[in-house]
Structures are given as C-alpha cells and as structure tokens.
C-alpha cells in the first residue's frame, strides 16, 4: 500500500531568522545548520541560541526528520536527541504519525533511489534547487506493517554504523602503513 507523504507526517518549514542569530554557550536551544548534517546523520555539537527566540511549534522532538529541501542533493535524517533544538530554514521539519509510519524507516524510503528520482524529476531551479513543500506532500510512500518498517528501520541504522566503523578503520589502517613505511625508508 502507498499513501502520500501527507497523509502519514506533518510537515513544517525550518526557523527563519530576520537577523543572523547571536549564539550563546549552551543552556539555550541547539541550532541545526547545513553543517551540522549529513546523510549519516545530525551532529552533536551545535551552536545554541536563547530559548525565548524559539515557538514551542518549531522545537524538534525524538524521532522528527530533517529534510534537506535546498541543493542538488535532497535527503532525510532523524532527530534523535532529547535536548530542544530547531532546524532553519534550510530544511523541512517532517514529524511522523508513529500509528502510521516509522522514523528510521521514514528516513530509509526518502533516501531511497525511488524517492531520490522523484525528487530528481521535480526539484525547482536551475543553479541551486530546491523541492517545495507541495512537492514533499505529493511523494508517494510504501507502507508496509509497522514490523517490517521497524526491521528495515533498524537495517538502515546499523548500515550506517557499519559505514562510520569502516571510515575508521581505514583510516587507522592508513595510519599504520604510513608508519610502517616511513619507520623502514628513515
């Protein structure tokens, strides 16, 4: 079974800022930025702004996605901290209704080639690109039972963890043939 995105989530746009936000130390409200994310996930070490300049509407919760609508490159993460924070503007707030539909599994179908060729066929604008919000209503998602989007969910996961461990684990290992080599030609 298929439903439209927008039968299953609601969708908000990111936090605008009339003025560049003025940051603080912590004890405020993290900001998530482009930089702080990446198809592996959201960083941990955002900057923070006063709490008082954030609605309770535009707090990120546990299991919210993110969606990246500004590029050439369009793709989801979850949220999955507890602490408040807010996305700008830069991205879409997707907040599933979990009865329906799985965070992880949620994250794992936008990020698949089928929904990535949709975005393909209808992102807007020439130079920089950008998929409208009507856009990410209208994407079409399979829905299998809630067990099976857990599994999947939790494949997706461990993928990802399994990338990070081997990007370490090669980069340890050029170490060692570093100094293995410089230790026998010095």
Do not use: H
């Amino acid at each position: 079974m298929k439903k439209r995105l927008a039968d299953i989530v609601e969708i908000k746009s990111g936090k605008s800022f009339r003025e560049k936000p003025e940051f603080i130390n912590s004890d405020g409200c993290g900001l998530i930025q482009m930089r702080d994310v990446s198809r592996d996930g959201i960083s941990s070490d955002l900057q923070y702004i006063e709490r008082n300049e954030v609605n309770e509407n535009q707090l990120l919760y546990f299991g919210d996605l993110i969606f990246v609508a500004k590029g050439r490159t369009n793709y989801a993460v979850v949220y999955e901290y507890e602490e408040p924070a807010v996305a700008a503007s830069f991205f879409f707030v997707i907040r599933p209704d979990k009865e329906l539909v799985q965070p992880w599994y949620l994250a794992w179908y936008i990020n698949s080639s089928e929904a990535q060729a949709y975005f393909d066929r209808n992102r807007a604008g020439s130079s920089v690109g950008n998929i409208k919000k009507s856009q990410l209503e209208r994407l079409e998602i399979a829905l299998p039972d809630l067990s099976t989007q857990s599994k999947i969910g939790e494949l997706s996961v461990l993928l990802v963890r399994e990338k990070e461990l081997v990007a370490k684990y090669m980069a340890k290992k050029e170490r060692f043939i570093d100094g293995s080599i410089k230790c026998k030609i010095l």
